[in-house]
């Protein structure tokens, strides 16, 4: 979940270390740092390994660099999200032992035991992560090794054979300067291919200054980088083919492009993103939904599951609303992070929905792996391409929000619930159980989503003022019934993520059922009720919080008249398909969040603790 760069080639690579890991900060990090071969004094002296680090963020690793940045063409640096050892100067890496340092992202399982057998031969060891072994190890095996060009390769995969775990490992040793080694299992990858210069990252807007042409590396594989030629295998040493992929977006979708943050560009780039997706996936004549070639027969189909985490399991929780709704096809939806933990009933005949924005959390990773032992047919969303859960799917939908910067999701979110009305709608055609008069309205429905995304986005300035209003609570409750319930959970995950407020979503049928003892004046609740079929409850339990003397914020559906005398605040957005609310709804509790997040002054794009793409388990 941490940022991964190393290049080899003729540019001077401290300063392109440096830019690369800015453009991975986005991932969430507590401390940095390089490792360079310094170029020798005269042609005859060995390279050195000149190796700076330190806990914080990026600024305090310069200010070190600034005393004698390393001076070379070959290295590779990292920033940290502490997992094992607690953040510190001596647990950021690079780790180094002798001759070989090391980058790591996941988690070593055995570490204990391979660091207690390494001590047992002599070795010692300067921090408490599991990542210094892997070194240690590579080292020893460098010993066993004869020179020759392949030496370092070949001692990296006799060290990742001992290892048990999730890793993307990247190599640089003093007695073979002039290439990098690095490895993946189960942690992002990708090969970036220049002229005369090759780059390893954990992500591709580290690799867009210097190259569009990029491979993205598998499960099991290791890579050999040199200047001129990238070369790939297995842990068995057989060499493996992997394609070539062209990146198309641009560096400047990567930038703010003017905006404050990250976060509150790409809440304004839902609507693009949203046709984006929608784009070439509508049938109008019969009216129908394409899953890009994969064809769905739910005779076929025994059981539905969707699995997530996050926010993609607050849209898989719509999905389930959407799918149950269009094509009367029973859902099951579960928290990845559980789902293997309880033996599931899982069988051939099941199909099973992943949803990841990254394409790389490892616990819906984990998850499907474990459905497909049991005979169940995966079928994945996700926003990244050939990520590591749309190889191991047996199909994919690729939602098209393009890069998403700023730690807590907002157009991923979106345009996964979009993937799901895509799924729902071509569920709900193949089983019969849509007509073809709904689903037509339901087509339209979602073709006219960009443009009333839009019109939402109108009502910034007034959110902006509520959250100066209410940026100082302590606590606050989001309510919502059917498909708002989800949207309920997000916004009130959104608000916890960015501004370190508490808040809690709760269906608001349950609110008399616990929640309603902490509501008083100093309670601020956010009410979804926009005019679907559970509106009328919804106001019998707005007017329950009144009687308390809570404060209200509704989300209703513009032209409303009967919220004004209940709520203190009203935000109106337009009508929409019931089943299609959700996607609307959310915006004003995205901005909402922002916007509180923005007047605390808290990291909005990177909030404390928090990592955008979860790896580890």
């Given amino acids: 979940m941490c940022g991964i760069i190393g290049y080899i080639g003729p540019k001077q690579v401290t300063p392109l270390l440096l830019e690369a890991l800015r453009r991975l900060e986005y991932r969430g990090y507590d401390s940095a740092g390089v490792a360079v071969l310094s170029e020798p004094v005269t042609g005859e002296a060995p390279r050195e390994l000149q190796v700076v680090r330190c806990r914080g ?21 990292h920033t940290r999200w502490a997992t094992h050892g607690r953040p510190s100067d001596e647990n950021a890496h690079p780790h180094r032992f002798r001759s070989v340092a090391v980058v790591h992202n996941g988690i070593i399982e055995n570490y204990l035991l391979l660091k207690r057998s390494l001590s047992d031969r002599g070795h010692t060891f300067s921090s408490e992560t599991d990542t210094e072994i892997i070194a240690h190890l590579i080292w020893e095996e460098l010993a066993q090794v004869e020179p020759g060009p392949d030496r370092l390769l070949l001692a990296t995969r006799r060290a990742l054979k001992l290892v048990e775990g999730a890793y993307a490992v990247v190599v640089l040793c003093t007695d073979t300067p002039d290439e990098i080694v690095c490895a993946k299992s189960a942690s992002p990858l990708v090969v970036g291919l220049g002229d005369g210069e090759n780059l390893i990252a954990s992500d591709v807007p580290a690799l867009l200054p210097h190259t569009r042409r990029v491979i993205f590396l598998e499960e099991g594989d290791l890579a050999q980088l040199t200047r001129s030629r990238v070369r790939v295998v297995g842990l068995d040493g057989i060499e493996r083919q992997r394609p070539v992929r062209q990146i198309t977006w641009s560096l400047l979708a990567a930038e703010k492009d003017g905006y404050k943050h990250f976060m509150l560009k790409e809440i304004h780039e839902q609507p693009r993103a949203v046709t984006d997706t929608l784009r070439g ?40 609303y959407l799918i149950e709704s269009l094509a009367r096809i029973p859902v099951e939806v579960d928290l990845a992070s559980e789902f293997r933990y309880r033996d599931p009933i899982v069988k051939p005949g099941d199909l099973v929905v992943a949803v990841s924005q990254s394409g790389e959390t490892a616990d819906t990773l984990a998850a499907i792996r474990e459905a497909q032992k049991k005979g169940a047919q995966v079928f994945s969303i996700a926003n990244v391409l050939d990520s590591s859960i749309p190889r191991a799917s047996s199909h994919s939908l690729y939602t098209h929000a393009g890069p998403e910067i700023g730690v807590a999701s907002t157009k991923a979110f979106t345009t996964q619930l979009i993937a799901l009305a895509l799924l729902a709608l071509h569920l709900g055609r193949r089983s019969g159980n849509l007509s073809e008069e709904a689903a037509a309205d339901f087509v339209h429905e979602l073709t006219a989503l960009p443009a009333k995304l839009s019109q939402v986005l109108h009502t910034a300035e007034q959110l902006q003022q509520l959250a100066r209003t209410y940026g100082h609570a302590r606590d606050m409750l989001y309510l919502g019934r059917g498909p708002q319930f989800p949207i309920a959970l997000e916004g009130a995950l959104k608000l916890k993520e960015i501004s370190y407020i508490h808040a809690e979503g709760f269906a608001a049928g349950e609110m008399k059922h616990g929640p309603i003892a902490l509501i008083d004046e100093g309670m601020p609740v956010l009410v979804l009720a926009p005019h679907d079929g559970g509106y009328e409850k919804v106001l019998s339990n707005l007017s329950e919080v009144k009687a308390r003397g809570g404060r209200v914020i509704a989300i209703t559906t ?32 995205q901005l909402f969040a922002y916007y509180v997040a923005d007047f605390k002054g808290t990291d909005v794009d990177q909030p404390r603790n928090l990592a955008k793409s979860v790896t580890v388990e």
């Fill in 57 to 77: 963020k990026l600024s305090e690793l310069e200010g070190q660099l600034a005393e004698g940045a390393p001076v070379g063409h070959v290295g590779i640096g």
């Fill in 281 to 320: 996936r509508l049938l109008h004549s019969p009216p129908s939904a394409l899953l890009d070639g994969f064809e769905i027969d739910p005779t076929q189909v025994r059981r539905l599951f969707i699995l997530a985490c996050g926010t993609s399991y607050h849209a898989s929780l719509v999905g389930k």
């Fill in 558 to 589: 513009e032209g409303d008249r009967s919220l004004t005398a209940l709520a203190d605040h009203v935000v109106e957005v337009p009508a929409v398909h019931p089943l299609l609310a959700p996607v609307i709804t959310v915006v004003p509790l």
